[in-house]
T-cell receptor, first 109, second 113 residues
Framework: GQNIDQPTEMTATEGAIVQINCTYQ??????LFWYQQHAGEAPTFLSY??LDGLEEKGRFSSFLSRSKGYSYLLLKELQMKDSASYLCAVFDSNYQLIWGAGTKLIIKP | IAGITQAPTSQILAAGRRMTLRCTQDMRHNAMYWYRQDLGLGLRLIHY???????GKGEVPDGYSVSRANTDDFPLTLASAVPSQTSVYFC????????????FGPGTRLTVL
């Protein structure tokens, strides 16, 4: 079966750095997305990786290793507004997007 | 209208009733999707449409139907609602199929009693 694993919940301190991991086992791979979802709101696009390596976008970076079936989202200089769920999703060989259950990130002052 | 809109925002429905969730986008995106989101589970695809006039089944299509008469609208119908269809429903769209980024509407919170 297809599976995407993320930690259920993480806690970090304002101003710090946090890394959210995602491992996947899918039938084929055609790219990986990270989305942010605040409570009661819609998911919003953060990043897309299709090749190995690090993609940096301001305070957020996303890393992909296709050989290891592994990605992480790195958030720097954490702000209270970063409290949200972070969703990892993978396009499989049929170009269907398979979603992880999300990681709830709690930021403490 | 800017982006994707969904209606209603929330709804409480008696089991056995018919319900249509509405979704409209103004971005001229070809592809549209319906997902449900349940606590502890990832988003699950119900139905999708790669272009106006075509639809396809996703991971959890049973009990749901869709139509795509034009580019902008993609309604989701529950013919006879059951309590297990209590969920948050998100409509999304993307410029094309394949690996295009999907953009989400604000969601409809549906409770079936």
């Amino acid at each position: 079966g297809q599976n995407i694993d993320q930690p259920t919940e993480m806690t970090a301190t304002e101003g710090a750095i946090v890394q959210i991991n995602c491992t996947y086992q899918t039938s084929g791979f055609n790219g990986l997305f990270w989305y942010q979802q605040h409570a009661g709101e819609a998911p919003t696009f953060l990043s897309y990786n299709v090749l190995d390596g690090l993609e940096e976008k301001g305070r957020f970076s996303s890393f992909l290793s296709r050989s290891k079936g592994y990605s992480y989202l790195l958030l720097k200089e954490l702000q209270m507004k970063d409290s949200a769920s972070y969703l990892c999703a993978v396009f499989d060989s049929n170009y269907q997007l398979i979603w992880g259950a999300g990681t709830k990130l709690i930021i403490k002052p | 209208i800017a982006g994707i809109t969904q209606a209603p925002t929330s709804q409480i429905l008696a089991a056995g009733r018919r319900m249509t969730l509405r979704c409209t986008q103004d971005m001229r995106h070809n592809a549209m999707y319906w997902y449900r989101q349940d606590l502890g589970l990832g988003l699950r695809l119900i139905h999708y449409s790669n272009t106006a006039g075509t639809t396809g089944k996703g991971e959890v299509p049973d009990g749901y139907s869709v139509s795509r008469a034009n580019t902008d609208d993609f309604p989701l119908t529950l013919a006879s609602a059951v309590p297990s269809q209590t969920s948050v429903y998100f409509c999304a769209s993307s410029p094309g199929q394949g690996t295009d980024t999907q953009y989400f509407g604000p969601g409809t919170r549906l409770t079936v009693l």
